[in-house]
Each structure stands twice: as C-alpha cells, then as structure tokens.
C-alpha cells in the first residue's frame, strides 16, 4: 500500500497521558499536514511541513501539542496532558511539490485517520 | 481570509433521483476548490477539483460539481444516487501554504 498510513487507528488514554501519533506519508510527498477533526465538523488545520521545516501552526496546536519531521519523511504528533477536550480523530495528508515537472494540482492524500478518546 | 460554507448539514434523496450537495466559497483571487468525501470512521478520498478552466469539472465515481463565479458557488452534484453514496461531503477551498480550509460537511443520505 503506498498511501498515507497512520498509526495507531485508535488510543484511549486517561486524562493526563501523553500520546503520540504518527504519520508516513506518500514517499515522494515534502508537504504534510496535520488536521483535526470533531464529531460533526470539518477537519481543522493544525499544523504544516515541507520536509522538516514546520513553517505554519494553527492557534489551535496549544502548547500541550507539538509536532516533529526529523528527516522528512515521517511525522509525529505529540499531545501531552492530554484532556478530555482533544478527543478527536487526527487526520495526516501529504502532498508532492507542485510547479513545473510535477503533477500536482493542489489535493492532499488522507490517511485514515487516529482517532483519540480522553477518558 | 479564504472560507467555504455548506449550507445544508443533511441532504436527502432517493436512490436513482440527482443528487446537489451546495457549496459556497469566499476567497481574495482566484479560488482553487475540493471536494471530499468521508465515510465512518475513515481518512478522507478526494472525489474532484476545480483549478481553472472549464466550470463543470468532473470527478470521481461519477460526481461532478459546477463552479459559478458570479455566485460563488461550487455545488457537487450526480444525475443518480446510488444507496453507497450515502457518506459525509466536504467542500474546501486552498489556503496559503497549500493547506486545505474545509466546510462543516453534509450528510448526505440516500434512501432505496
């Protein structure tokens, strides 16, 4: 399977825990991002890199998130703390470059998604 | 800023019957505009896009959606539902850095 891949599916922690979620993406993809996503709403941005740079971060990533692309390729996402509040499904999508040479349009490859439950 | 809106949260049709998810969108320049679809507990698919070009854009499993400049709209449409349609529709609109601004979704529910 060369789709984005998320791991793990589910985690059900206890209020305070800290968790991690990774993401590899398309292996030629140097754009990831990371949304969120609550029951009933769209996803929510979080967080963007190009290749290990993280060049955006939504207010939504409070200090208790952080996220890391150590050699471009895979990306981790860190809650510590957590609450009850960020039970939700993290979704990570990639993307390649886009520009002349490519064949990129601009749509991002989802994985399945990490959903969270806060005990 | 760059937004999209879903006006409906649920549409609901019967099976064989055309299908119109609307979508609205507001963006400074040119709009480049997505639409997905997600089913439970699942990552999102792309079904298709408009970049430029012609305004009827076709996509995915038979969905197309018409992009209207005058009414800022981009609604997603298919002339016969099908029951396996039934699925959660999510319209969006490219931001800076490529990041894709969503709507709310609708639900979108096909009865046999």
């Known amino acids: 399977d060369t789709g984005v891949s998320q791991n793990p599916r589910h985690k059900i922690t206890k209020r305070g825990q800290n968790v991690t979620f990774r993401c590899d993406p398309i292996?030629?993809?140097?754009?990831l991002y990371w949304y969120r996503q609550t029951l009933g709403q769209g996803p929510e941005f979080l967080t963007y890199?190009?290749?290990?740079?993280?060049?955006?971060k939504s207010r939504l990533l409070s200090d208790r998130f952080s996220a890391e692309r150590p050699k471009g390729s895979f990306s981790t996402l860190e809650i510590q703390r957590t609450e009850q509040g960020d039970s939700a499904m993290y979704l990570c999508?990639?993307?390649?470059?886009?520009?002349?040479?490519?064949?990129?349009?601009?749509?991002?490859?989802f994985g399945e998604g990490s959903r969270l439950t806060v005990l | 800023a760059q937004s999209v809106a879903q006006p409906e949260d649920q549409v609901k049709v019967a099976e064989g019957n055309p299908l119109t998810v609307k979508c609205t969108y507001s963006?400074?320049?040119?709009?480049?505009l997505f639409w997905y679809v997600q089913y439970p507990n699942r990552g999102l698919q792309f079904l298709l896009k408009?970049?430029?070009?012609?305004?009827l854009v076709k996509g995915s499993y038979g969905f197309e959606a018409e992009f209207n400049k005058s009414q800022t709209s981009f609604h997603l449409k298919k002339p016969s539902a099908l029951v396996s349609d039934s699925a959660l529709y999510f319209c969006?609109?490219?931001?800076?850095?490529?990041?894709?601004?969503f709507g709310q979704g609708t639900t979108l529910q096909v009865k046999p």
């Open positions: 292996s030629e993809h140097n754009r």
């Open positions: 999508a990639s993307r390649p470059r886009q520009g002349a040479g490519t064949s990129s349009t601009g749509e991002l490859f």
């Open positions: 963006v400074s320049g040119n709009p480049y």
């Open positions: 408009y970049i430029t070009g012609d305004n």
């Open positions: 890199f190009q290749n290990e740079a993280q060049l955006e």
């Open positions: 969006a609109v490219r931001g800076n850095t490529g990041k894709l601004i």
